[in-house]
């Protein structure tokens, strides 16, 4: 069994720029949600899929964009890029939207 | 707004003793509690979870109270081995898709 895997690892942009972070989820689940993780802090709810439609929002402005896709991976869009926005951004899948998320090791953005 | 708090960014314990974490939380609404750990370069790994109707759970050495009336959740690990040592996430679900976390407390075992 495949666990959660992120894509890439670490990455720089400068601000105002676009990213676009990757996450595949473990094999039988068909829920990925997104999390970002400040220096220090518990990682904050972005937003969840389940079957390709977005399934909850936590409060972050549209720049924050998703996608999943058919074989349920999924990925994050961040427009007009801030210095806040540097973080650890997490991705967790679970079997169904109210079950147990199993995290990726992260992808590490920083913002210059 | 934090309404999962893990007041104490950092515990020390020695090895064999028991390890206490504690989680306060101030939303009534949360239905489902979850402690999770994490070691560096990793994401973060579940633990134990609770449900609201419950006020325990056990999984080997690991235990979970929660206290609704409180508002208040902790983790006890027992004995506490070296191989603890990591970041310690409580979080707490309103709705099924909306996890709230602490800031996380760092534990050391010390052998």
């Known amino acids: 069994e495949t666990g959660v895997t992120q894509s890439p690892t670490h990455l720089i942009k400068t601000r105002g720029q676009q990213v676009t972070l990757r996450c595949s989820s473990q094999s039988g689940h068909n829920t990925v949600s997104w999390y970002q993780q400040a220096l220090g802090q518990g990682p904050q709810f972005i937003f969840q899929?389940?079957?390709?439609?977005?399934?909850g929002r936590g409060n972050f402005p549209p720049r924050f964009s998703g996608l999943q896709f058919p074989n349920y991976s999924s990925e994050l869009n961040v427009n007009a890029l801030e210095l806040d926005d540097s973080a650890l951004y997490l991705c967790?899948?679970?079997?169904?939207?109210?079950?147990?998320?199993?995290f990726g090791p992260g992808t590490r953005l920083t913002v210059l | 707004d934090q309404q999962v708090k893990q007041n104490s960014p950092s515990l020390s314990v020695q090895e064999g003793r028991i390890s206490i974490l504690n989680c306060d939380y101030t939303n009534s609404m949360f239905d489902y509690f979850l402690w999770y750990k994490k070691y560096p370069a990793e994401g973060p790994t579940f633990l134990i979870s609770i449900s609201s109707i419950k006020d325990k759970n056990e999984d080997g050495r690991f235990t979970v109270f929660l206290n609704k009336s409180a508002k208040h959740l902790s983790l006890h690990i027992v004995p506490s081995q070296p191989g603890d040592s990591a970041v310690y996430f409580c979080a707490a679900r309103v709705y099924d898709n909306d996890m709230r976390f602490g800031a996380g407390t760092r534990l050391t075992v010390k052998p």
């Open positions: 967790a899948s679970s079997s169904y939207s109210g079950d147990t998320q199993y």
């Open positions: 899929y389940y079957r390709e439609e977005e399934n």
